[in-house]
């Protein structure tokens, strides 16, 4: 009994722990509205999915844009 009580705990733990993290990674596609009048300058940095950092989601998009790339944004944050 004590050996099920175990296992089932950590279980659970392996659970919750694995919802949290994928939540955390979840990729979207940026929303790149305001990109063609221009990106303003505020310091919202996202993560895309090239491991590069960008200062705001709409200069990933001037980036997809440009290169004709689709990153995306992996979380958002710093990379």
């Known amino acids: 009994m004590k050996?099920?009580?175990?296992?089932l705990l950590t279980a659970l733990v392996l659970l919750s722990l694995s919802g949290s993290t994928r939540a955390n990674f979840l990729e979207r596609k940026a929303k790149?509205?305001?990109a063609?009048?221009?990106?303003?300058?505020?310091?919202?940095?996202?993560?895309?999915?090239?491991?590069?950092?960008?200062?705001n989601e709409c200069v990933l998009c001037?980036?997809?844009?440009?290169?004709?790339?689709?990153?995306?944004i992996q979380k958002s944050g710093p990379c």
Request: overall charge positive; hydrophobic content about 30%.
């Open 3 to 7: 050996v099920a009580s175990i296992f």
């Open 32 to 34: 790149c509205t305001s």
């Open 36 to 55: 063609v009048s221009g990106c303003p300058k505020i310091y919202n940095p996202v993560c895309g999915t090239d491991g590069v950092t960008y200062s």
């Open 62 to 72: 001037i980036e997809n844009m440009k290169h004709k790339t689709p990153v995306l």
